[in-house]
T-cell receptor
Framework: GQNIDQPTEMTATEGAIVQINCTYQTSGFNGLFWYQQHAGEAPTFLSYNVLDGLEEKGRFSSFLSRSKGYSYLLLKELQMKDSASYLCAVSSGGSYIPTFGRGTSLIVHP | EPEVTQTPSHQVTQMGQEVILRCVPISNHLYFYWYRQILGQKVEFLVSFYNNEISEKSEIFDDQFSVERPDGSNFTLKIRSTKLEDSAMYFC???????????FGSGTRLTVV
């Protein structure tokens, strides 16, 4: 099975930078996903990391270290609309289907 | 932007009744999925579907569940005899070949009373 761990809740200030960490334990790692989920809505795809390193996409970046079983999602220039749950998900073994963590609820305040 | 469409948005049913949740995936996507999310809990995988057959399923997806692609556009999830613990948000998702990210539908909130 997989064990995915991320903080339950984080708060940050509008305009600031926040880093949301995710650690995982799995065998046969295939890839790591980050999704954003606003309350009562569907998850939306943010990023997918297979290789070590940083992937940048606008205000959002995602980092992966396979040897450490560690990833983070970096959000820059925070906006109020970034208040949401951020879900880390990992695929492994013979399956490319992601298993989701419990998510980190990010609250952005003025 | 193409989207995955789910109907109904909310369904209330009595325990023991059958329900069918409907999804229209993005037209050129070939992989289809059902996930569920019990209120306040994590998103859980139910089943994946490719080339007109189930390719993978989780322990949650027992004999009470079935999926079907009755025509070229719809993808359905049937729960034969609903239980109280089936109350959840059910998300349909689809993916194109070679792209890793899933596109989720807006979900069907199922309430079993």
């Amino acid at each position: 099975g997989q064990n995915i761990d991320q903080p339950t809740e984080m708060t940050a200030t509008e305009g600031a930078i926040v880093q949301i960490n995710c650690t995982y334990q799995t065998s046969g790692f295939n890839g790591l996903f980050w999704y954003q989920q606003h309350a009562g809505e569907a998850p939306t795809f943010l990023s997918y990391n297979v290789l070590d390193g940083l992937e940048e996409k606008g205000r959002f970046s995602s980092f992966l270290s396979r040897s450490k079983g560690y990833s983070y999602l970096l959000l820059k220039e925070l906006q109020m609309k970034d208040s949401a749950s951020y879900l880390c998900a990992v695929s492994s073994g013979g399956s490319y289907i992601p298993t989701f963590g419990r998510g980190t609820s990010l609250i952005v305040h003025p | 932007e193409p989207e995955v469409t789910q109907t109904p948005s909310h369904q209330v049913t009595q325990m023991g009744q059958e329900v069918i949740l409907r999804c229209v995936p993005i037209s050129n996507h070939l992989y289809f999925y059902w996930y569920r999310q019990i209120l306040g809990q994590k998103v859980e995988f139910l089943v994946s579907f490719y080339n007109n057959e189930i390719s993978e399923k989780s322990e949650i997806f027992d004999d009470q569940f079935s999926v079907e692609r009755p025509d070229g556009s719809n993808f359905t999830l049937k729960i034969r005899s609903t239980k109280l613990e089936d109350s959840a948000m059910y998300f349909c998702a689809s993916r194109s070949v070679g792209h890793s990210g899933y596109t989720f539908g807006s979900g069907t909130r199922l309430t079993v009373v």
